[in-house]
């Protein structure tokens, strides 16, 4: 008989965390200027990137899995943000499954990810090969930024961008170095190193924000420039920092809102529908004080995260998720 795994809560609190700032982060952008953007740029250089690196660690080519759990959602998914465009906002899109609509793209991506593990696991026998797994990875998010044909589409750009969080991620799981990693950032030379990088960081973000561009965080577009490809490296090194420091820091055990990051999912599937009415109605417009607005996006995130992932909310939409996959149900 196989005992099952006991639950890593520290996930469960890192991706709650993160969810939080993927709401918040939605909430802020269209008041992305001065202190409002410094929040933003901070949010947007690590939040996607730890987000995934948790995906690839649990990540499984389980093709029931994909079937019920990405693949339905995704199809699901895009046709209720289509309808909610063309019919309650009035805006004319194309109804395709090609291009993913807005934050679905992480679905779609994940989707193409998890089809990889064949490949990716035949490169976890030995050390050399983690090392050629992670180097390749690197050179492929690099690479990407250098295609214009690259981009939107199937989120070909994005799916290359954010690959080797999701492989570091991977191969964290396969070379069970888990408690390794924990022992060295939990240390205190360690934490306080961390911290000090993660405060040049947000310093830089402070005295450069006019001069950085929101779509180098985004890694949906090509570059522009050719230097630009270092740019892609500084960040993936600044996503690196903050994520490490932010592992050293949460909590390792369950806590109030662990629950958040055990269902997550419908926080992020269902989100959008109300960012979309937010940003017809200019929901904080008329907020014109940008300290006390992120005060009130705070609040906001904060109450859309615990009512999305409530017990309540996830009973309502359990059937929705089901459907047609019946005793088949996406965990809500």
């Not at 022992?183 to 190193?193: E, G, M």
């Not at 740019?231 to 490490?244: G, K, P």
């Not at 999305?308 to 009973?315: D, G, H, V």
């Amino acid at each position: 008989m196989q005992l099952e795994q006991p639950r890593i809560y520290l996930f469960d609190n890192l991706k709650a965390i993160l969810i939080t700032l993927v709401v918040f982060g939605h909430i802020i952008e269209p008041f992305a200027v001065g202190w409002t953007k410094i929040a933003y740029i901070f949010i947007y250089t690590f939040h996607m990137p730890l987000f995934i690196f948790c995906s690839g660690y649990f990540a499984a080519c389980n093709p029931q899995k994909i079937l019920t759990h990405l693949l339905y959602p995704y199809i699901l998914f895009q046709s209720l943000y289509y309808l909610l465009q063309t019919f309650l906002l009035k805006d004319t899109v194309a109804f395709q499954f090609t291009t993913p609509y807005w934050i679905l793209w992480y679905l779609f991506a994940l989707i193409v990810w998890v089809l990889l593990i064949p490949l990716l696991e035949r490169f976890t026998h030995s050390k050399k090969g983690f090392c050629a797994l992670i180097v390749c990875s690197l050179l492929v998010g690099i690479a990407s930024g250098c295609f214009d044909d690259i981009g939107y589409y199937m989120s070909l750009s994005r799916i290359a961008c954010f690959f080797p969080f999701f492989v570091l991620g991977f191969c964290l799981k396969r070379a069970n170095k888990l408690k390794s990693l924990l022992a060295v950032v939990s240390h205190k030379t360690a934490r306080l190193l961390l911290a000090a990088l993660v405060a040049v960081i947000l310093l830089a973000a402070c005295l450069y924000y006019n001069k950085i561009e929101l779509s180098w965080l985004y890694g949906s577009k090509a570059y522009r420039l050719d230097i630009y490809f270092c740019i892609r490296m500084l960040v993936y090194l600044c996503a690196a920092i903050i994520s490490l420091f932010l592992i050293s820091i949460v909590p390792r055990g369950k806590v109030f809102f662990t629950f958040v990051g055990q269902h997550s999912l419908p926080v992020y599937l269902f989100h959008g529908f109300l960012m979309r009415f937010f940003s017809e109605y200019s929901v904080l417009s008329s907020v014109q004080n940008p300290y006390f607005r992120l005060f009130l996006a705070g609040l906001l995130s904060l109450a859309i995260v615990f009512l999305l992932s409530s017990y309540p909310f996830r009973k309502v939409v359990s059937p929705l998720l089901a459907f047609p996959f019946a005793g088949r149900s996406v965990k809500a």
